[in-house]
């Protein structure tokens, strides 16, 4: 008698691209395991030779270990990149070192002169035209009746959010939204070698074309300042420095791309979250002041829109039982974190509730705590309050459509309909 093949176990290497294929449930299942090992788990990406060493990565998934390196710069560094793989030498050169990928004075400079910028009439502004949008977005989404929720509402929030607070021109919008696309489309991604030849140079040159146009407005802000980020950015005045072009195309890169997507990505989650748990839509639904910004907690712990940055140890550390050495690289994992059940109670459970929520979404805390953390709780409440506080209901039609990354949560495509009851 014969007996049908087995089919293979699930990979349970996070070094393999296979496993960042495997359903959302699986990966967190394996994340468990890890958190229950005694010492940080290696994982190999390019086995040895007689010519190369071994190369690969720990793996930080507790909530004490990010949090711990997550606070110590000096010794878990951001640089040379803090994505897989890291960006090139020669990348790095011709487009300069984004913030996230720097550390010490170099990055306290950049921060001071960002955080300058954001003057308390911007943010001011801001939050207003962020409430404006949500409403117009929901406007837009009622007359339309789209079936998709990506597209018609989740990207346009985030990037218009930024646009407008950047003072990006109208004209430039629609050039710059596919640019982001092209430019953040294999983020995290190993593939293979005829896609890597083929494909960094549709990346890098999206990249090259966003930095050229905010040069341009940055030219022409310095000249006639129009009361926007970039023109703060370029004009901001500390120890007599400003941003430089080529850094005020990177932070418009960084702040696009991260900016647009992890916050696209929590709102797109948010609305599968709630359908999948009418109780507490439910809650949410009866009450919105008094749980909305518990949950948007809650979205962004168990979606985790950034599921993982890198680190590169700068000097021996003991860190869970394990002594890193100068070179060594390290992967958080803020994805296994906020679902540590040593600090969550009922981790994978969805609770808009939960108190306290101390999650790592938007980072472990440290010099490189998420800039945008204040705007993607805003933007997120704004757009729950428009959905669920008018006489409309929508529902979520099955899973989100979901990337491959190692890097980003990241919704393609969620489809969605309105309650037949409801106008």
């Known amino acids: 008698m014969t007996h049908p093949p087995t089919a293979p176990a699930p990979t349970a290497d996070l070094a393999d691209p296979a496993f960042w294929r495997l359903p959302p449930a699986q990966r967190l299942a ?7 090992e005694p010492r940080p788990a290696f994982f190999t990406e390019r086995r040895a030779t007689r010519h190369r060493p071994e190369r690969g990565f720990y793996a930080l998934v507790r909530h004490a270990d990010v949090l711990k390196a997550s606070r110590l710069p000096r010794i878990f560094a951001s640089a040379p990149g803090v994505t897989s793989p890291e960006p090139a030498r020669w990348v790095r050169a011709v487009f300069g070192d984004s913030m996230v990928n720097l550390d010490g004075a170099d990055h306290a400079r950049l921060r001071r002169i960002v955080q300058q910028a954001f003057t308390p009439r911007l943010l001011a502004e801001t939050e207003v035209s962020i409430r404006e949008l949500a409403v117009r977005i929901v406007d837009d989404m009622v007359a339309a009746r789209p079936d998709e929720f990506v597209s018609a509402v989740a990207s346009r929030m985030s990037f218009e959010v930024i646009c407008a607070m950047l003072g990006v021109p109208d004209a430039y919008r629609h050039r710059i939204a596919r640019q982001i696309d092209r430019a953040s489309e294999h983020a995290g991604v190993r593939r293979g070698l005829g896609a ?3 494909s960094p140079g549709k990346g890098l040159r999206a990249l090259a074309r966003m930095e050229l146009t905010v040069a341009r407005l940055g030219r022409e802000r310095r000249r006639r300042p129009t009361g926007d980020l970039i023109s703060a950015l370029v004009r901001a005045d500390l120890d007599g420095q400003s941003l430089s ?42 009450d919105f002041e008094r749980y909305a910004d518990g949950a948007v907690d809650e979205i962004v712990r168990h979606s985790t829109p950034i599921i ?116």
Request: with cysteine.
């Open 30 to 36: 394996r994340f468990a395991e890890l958190r229950a």
């Open 196 to 198: 890597r030849l083929l």
């Open 245 to 286: 072009y080529r850094q005020l195309g990177s932070f418009f890169s960084l702040l696009l791309v991260a900016g647009v997507e992890t916050t696209r990505n929590a709102i797109a989650h948010a609305l599968a979250l709630l359908t999948d748990h009418p109780d507490q839509l439910a809650l949410l639904r009866a």
């Open 308 to 423: 993982q940055f890198r680190r590169t140890v700068t000097t021996r550390y003991v860190l869970s039982g394990h002594t890193f050495l100068p070179g060594d690289k390290v992967m958080l994992l803020y994805a296994s974190a906020n679902r540590d059940a040593s600090v969550f109670t009922d981790p994978d459970a969805f609770d808009i509730t939960r108190d306290p929520n101390p999650h790592l979404g938007y980072g472990g805390g440290g010099p490189h705590y998420c800039l945008g953390a204040h705007l993607a709780r805003l933007e997120i409440k704004a757009v729950l309050r428009e959905l669920l506080t008018r006489p409309l209901a929508v529902r979520a039609l099955g899973a989100p459509e979901l990337g491959t990354s190692n890097f980003d949560h990241r919704v393609r495509r969620q489809h969605f309909a309105f309650d037949v009851t409801n106008p």
